[in-house]
Nanobody
Framework: QVQLVESGGGLVQAGGSLRLSCAASTSFFLTYAMGWYRQAPGKQRELVAQ???????NYADSVKGRFTISRNNTKNTVYLQMNSLKPEDTAVYYCNARLYTGDLRKDYWGQGTQVTVSS
């Protein structure tokens, strides 16, 4: 079982920045792909960014060039630096830890942190 604790959400004006952090309680942090998802009211949860066990990353098209995902394997923490925020980035952001085992995958989720971008 992996527990994920997010922090760093809040209210910011359009064009501003926020950094989200997610601390994972696992001795095997290196083996997990870490990601951030978001869910806006009335919408499905969507992938924002993911970083694999090395430095391979992928981003949603809507955040490319504005958001950066990174991980610190000595601190068991993943970060999401969000710049040039837009009102449409408003959502609850969830940290995800994913373990791939062959064709199977196991997901763990944080409790979510609210990000609100005012226009």
């Amino acid at each position: 079982q992996v527990q994920l604790v997010e922090s760093g959400g809040g209210l910011v004006q359009a064009g501003g920045s926020l950094r989200l952090s997610c601390a994972a309680s696992t001795s095997f942090f290196l083996t997990y792909a870490m990601g951030w998802y978001r869910q806006a009211p009335g919408k499905q949860r969507e992938l924002v960014a993911q970083i694999r066990t090395g430095t391979i990353t992928n981003y949603a098209d809507s955040v490319k060039g504005r958001f950066t995902i990174s991980r610190n394997n000595t601190k068991n923490t993943v970060y999401l630096q969000m710049n040039s925020l837009k009102p449409e980035d408003t959502a609850v952001y969830y940290c995800n830890a994913r373990l791939y085992t062959g064709d199977l995958r196991k997901d763990y989720w944080g409790q979510g942190t609210q990000v609100t971008v005012s226009s």
